[in-house]
């Protein structure tokens, strides 16, 4: 099954917390991993985030993207759009009180919102319109930077 995210998220067998970043190739595996450890991974634990491969594996016909903004030393923050298998919408916007990638702090903003069909709809159209799902499965294109900022984008659709 093709993957249709930039990352994936994963949860590794016997882990207590979600390992969020998957690739099958071996290198690529390595610098996720490093990266998960030391900067992604420990500010989607700290907002309580799920693993979107997790979800992918219990809703077939979820689909969810998250975009995480992860400043150098100011406090990170993730929007997630969920689409539930029952056809629902919801907003998710989470962020932290520490200082970025350097100390994730603790969750300070929780906060989710119902969304109208219509405003779910127009917001997967776009997502499919802008081509994110043509992206590769795993590592790809790097994430994007600008002073010192972090942009993660992952989703999940229909089971991959």
Known sequence: MRVHCLLIAALLVGCASPTYFFDPDEEAARILAAFDKRWWGPQLRAMREPSLYQISQRESLAQQYRLLVLPSFEPAYAVRVVRKSSGRGTA?????????????????????????????????????????????????????????????????????
């Open 92 to 160: 998710v916007f989470k962020k932290l009180d520490g200082q970025g990638g350097y100390d994730p702090g603790s969750l300070s903003v929780n906060k989710s919102m119902s969304l109208s069909e219509a405003t779910l709809w127009r917001f997967l159209r776009t997502f499919d319109a802008i081509g994110v799902a043509d992206y590769p499965s795993g590592f790809g294109p790097p994430s994007a930077c600008t002073d010192g900022t972090s942009y993660l984008l992952e989703g999940i659709r229909e089971g991959s």
